[in-house]
């Protein structure tokens, strides 16, 4: 379609601020963003929508525009619900461009020019999904009048006899066709989620074909363009949050036109999905306020203040106040150079969802912050909930990652871990600092744990690991150093594998047997090791005192 075809349907409330002689440009595409630089998901003829978050100063629009221009894209269309009129700055910017500009008035939804544009071109391309859309354009309104993304998996299913599922990272479902036909497996939805995060985590470009027994699917990515303050550099920031669409189809001999179609089809899944981002700011923004109290040591009567603030929001119509629980989740890429705190954050909001739920609302009741590399959840519970210490009724680190551990190593493997911790439910504020730190040393014991994906709860801390807090980092290393930096120099030297004997005859409670028996030592090889270790230490491990330094030390490095 071109770009002057836009002005001709008054429903779509454009104005022309600017490129009158460029109107005869094609569009290929639409995107929303307010990204400062979105280059990385523009592929040229974009009509690019923006709700402006992105400038802060008359200074930004030059570059902004810049990089649309050098990107390829058809138009710019800026919406004045944020600041009213569009900015001078940004019109004189598009024009020294030559950058046609349009304004969009504030009743119009960004979701309403992208269902057209999609409609037009997905039309040019391919009459059938035209027609689709043509007939229900409502099907990406949410609630029960319009039905979201699962009415566009019906049309897909009833007027081009395709078969489709919208997932999760994790493998939940959250659309599916409600028309006839065989129910999508969870070990399938498990399997294809995995699929798609190694596919996409190593730079593959979709649609990814899998086979699930005698069955063929492709997976489209479905890519949130608007979530990030950032534009990612790379795959993995933002592989652990996207959803992916699901066809019971090989695309591997469809022609363009078929495939464009699809991609059509997941820009309009995208919108949904923005929607949902959207809707969690609030969440967020509590959790972040909450947290920021309670780690700079805030008075507790500020804290619970605004715990009570918080309730409402996270517990609609809850008459008592409730209990807190607090999941710390790390994920660490391999080398480090990737922060991993937004990952864990979608991820986190992602499985403290009940596994059994279907849809993208159920995880309106968890605040999610993040602060570097970890992601903090606050956790309401009712009150009842609670009433046998939280511990069998709340989050359970056990069953946590039950469901999504399959896809989630799958997806990891060879490149992150993902850990989590559990604190026990408190029931008032002065207890949420505790509950904080008792989550975070369950996750540091869940990263102890061999696996990519792991986790920790409250009952598993023992006494001792409650007080490491309490001491200071540089007591720590020097103490560990101590211990343990003659073992390890021994060890590199010499391959003597004094550090994991110890770990072992500590497991075994010293027991000399058991433990030559698990290291497939003979018991006189595992004394001398033993005294090795005595000998470099000058500690005696017959002692319980020397034993629970070890131990600790263990524990801390």
């Not at 989550?439 to 061999?450: E, F, G, K, L």
């Not at 007591?475 to 550090?499: K, Q």
């Amino acid at each position: 379609m071109r770009l002057r075809a836009l002005l001709d349907t008054d429903a779509l409330g454009l104005k022309l601020l600017g490129g009158e002689d460029e109107l005869d440009r094609a569009v290929r595409g639409v995107m929303t963003t307010d990204l400062r630089d979105p280059s990385r998901y523009l592929s040229g003829g974009e009509l690019v929508l923006t709700g402006l978050a992105w400038r802060r100063d008359a200074a930004d629009s030059e570059p902004f525009v810049r990089i649309l221009v050098q990107a390829g894209v058809a138009a710019l269309a800026a919406g004045e619900a944020e600041l009213g009129d569009v900015p001078e700055d940004l019109v004189a910017a598009c024009a020294r461009h030559r950058l046609p500009l349009f304004a969009v008035h504030e009743s119009v939804a960004f979701a309403t020019i992208t269902e057209h544009v999609v409609r037009q071109v997905s039309g040019e391309r391919a009459g059938d999904l035209a027609a689709v859309v043509d007939r229900h354009r409502r099907m990406m309104t949410s609630g029960p009048a319009g039905g979201g993304p699962d009415v566009v998996l019906d049309l897909l299913g009833s007027d081009l006899d395709l078969r489709a599922w919208v997932l999760s990272p994790t493998g939940r479902l959250i659309a599916g066709p409600k028309t006839s036909g065989p129910a999508l497996p969870p070990e399938a939805c498990g399997r294809l989620a995995a699929e798609h995060l190694t596919a996409t985590r190593t730079g593959r470009r979709g649609p990814h074909r899998v086979i699930l027994g005698a069955t063929t699917y492709s997976l489209f990515p479905v890519r949130s363009t608007g979530r990030s303050p950032q534009t990612a550099r790379d795959a993995r920031e933002t592989v652990l949050s996207d959803w992916l669409l699901a066809v019971e189809a090989d695309a591997g001999d469809w022609a363009e036109e078929r495939l464009d179609l699809l991609h059509g089809v997941t820009q309009l899944i995208a919108v949904e999905r923005d929607r949902r981002d959207a809707a969690r700011t609030v969440r967020r923004r509590l959790a972040q306020e909450v947290l920021e109290l309670v780690q700079t040591g805030a008075a507790p009567a500020e804290i619970a203040a605004r715990l009570r603030v918080a309730a409402p929001v996270l517990l609609p119509g809850l008459g008592a106040a409730p209990h807190w629980q607090v999941v710390v989740a790390r994920v660490d890429w391999d080398g480090g150079e990737i922060e991993g705190g937004p990952a864990a954050q979608a991820l986190l909001e992602e499985v403290l969802v009940d596994p059994r739920s279907a849809g993208p609302e159920h995880s309106d009741r968890i605040a999610v912050s993040h602060t570097g590399d970890e992601a903090i959840a606050l956790v309401p519970l009712p009150a009842v909930s609670a009433e046998h210490d939280g511990s069998e009724t709340g989050v359970l680190a056990d069953a946590l990652l039950e469901s999504v551990r399959d896809p989630l190593t799958a997806g990891l493997d060879g490149d992150g871990r993902l850990t989590l911790g559990v604190s026990a439910a408190v029931h008032s504020a002065e207890g949420l600092r505790g509950a904080l730190e008792e989550a975070r040393h369950a996750r540091r014991v869940a990263a102890a744990r061999p696996g990519r994906v792991c986790a920790a709860g409250h009952q598993e801390l023992a006494s001792h690991v409650l007080l490491l807090p309490f001491v200071p980092d540089d007591v720590r290393r020097a103490f560990t150093a101590r211990l343990l930096d003659p073992l390890r120099d021994y060890d590199r030297r010499h391959r003597a594998e004094l550090i994991p004997t110890l770990e072992a005859f500590l497991d075994c409670d010293g027991s000399w047997t058991r433990c030559a028996t698990r290291l497939h030592l003979h018991v006189n090889t595992l004394r001398y090791r033993v005294g090795r270790i005595e000998q470099l230490t000058s500690r005696d491990l017959s002692r319980l005192e020397d034993k629970l330094d070890f131990f600790l030390a263990l524990r801390m490095s």
